[in-house]
């Protein structure tokens, strides 16, 4: 049987391709596309995916057509909005969408009691990779500094991958040399002070997708963990694996790590 799957922000950079990945799996069968943006056009007008359903604008849509996983590749604020609807409606969850703070993930975990919801701030299993040896790595050195590079729409900074990755560092040690700045010339030139204090830089360029480098220092050596998604597609393995396995991961998962047995 497959997997009934509505999308949220369909005509978005994202969701579009979203589209086109849940459309060409066979497990999954696509039923359902929000986005008040193009509301009222043919899915396929928006996102050439050549399925017939109509772009909605508001989220009923989504239980009318009878979804199970919704994806929501949308901004926090929207995603916000229709996690609650999600969870009311005991439709499952598979969240791209970033910038959340720890507040709305509490407010999450209390709402996600019917149904389950996964969310990643970086589906590209090289970028899970990336923030699992970077925490790995973390208690062998003394200084570490991140630097994440996104197109230049990108809204929220540092990225959440950028945030997960300094979390998951922290955990994994907390004994860090000090930032010896003490004349900012420029203020910012040191970036921000992420968990435990350890740096991260955001970089907002034309052409870019998204990127990142883990830098860490000690006596007479550094390690760099760099990670690049050159392209949309590098997120869709992870978001399809999501939209299988979140029936089976009760409450909030954050991050791929247990989907992928890490
Ligand atoms: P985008 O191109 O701006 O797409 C977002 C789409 O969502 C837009 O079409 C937007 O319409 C629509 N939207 C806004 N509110 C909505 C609502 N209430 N319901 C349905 N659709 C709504 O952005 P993007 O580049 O695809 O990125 C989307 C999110 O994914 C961002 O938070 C980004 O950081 C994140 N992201 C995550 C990953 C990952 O692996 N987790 C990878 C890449 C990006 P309007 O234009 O009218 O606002």
């Not at 929220?156 to 991958?161: C, E, K, L, N, W």
Request: charged share 20%.
């Amino acid at each position: 049987m497959t997997i009934r799957v509505g999308v949220f922000g369909a005509g978005g950079r994202m969701g579009s391709t979203v589209c086109r990945a849940v459309h060409d799996d066979p497990d999954l069968e696509l039923v359902a596309a929000v986005d008040p943006h193009y509301s009222g056009l043919d899915l396929v007008t928006v996102t050439g995916v050549d399925a017939p359903i109509r772009v909605a604008r508001d989220r009923e849509a989504l239980v009318a057509a009878g979804v199970q996983v919704a994806v929501d590749f949308t901004d926090r604020r929207a995603c916000c909005a229709n996690l609650g609807f999600l969870a009311a409606n005991g439709v499952h969850a598979v969240v791209g969408t970033t910038g959340f703070d720890e507040d709305d993930l509490a407010g999450f975990r209390e709402e996600f009691v019917s149904s389950n919801c996964v969310i990643a701030p970086n589906f590209a299993i090289g970028a899970v990779l990336m923030m699992h040896f970077a925490a790995l790595a973390a208690p062998y050195f003394d200084s570490a500094e991140i630097i994440e590079l996104h197109h230049e729409n990108k809204v929220d900074a540092p990225s959440g991958t950028a945030m997960l990755t300094l979390q998951r560092m922290a955990e994994a040690s907390g004994e860090w040399t000090p930032d010896p700045t003490t004349a900012e010339v420029v203020p910012g030139a040191r970036g921000a002070a992420g968990p435990a204090d350890i740096r991260v830089h955001s970089v907002r360029l034309r052409g870019l997708v998204a990127h990142q480098e883990v830098l860490l220092g000690t006596t007479g050596q550094t390690l760099s963990i760099r990670h690049d998604s050159i392209d949309r597609t590098s997120f869709m393995p992870g978001v399809l694996l999501a939209a299988k396995q979140v029936a089976e991961r009760p409450g909030v998962t954050i991050g791929l790590d247990a989907l992928l047995g890490l």
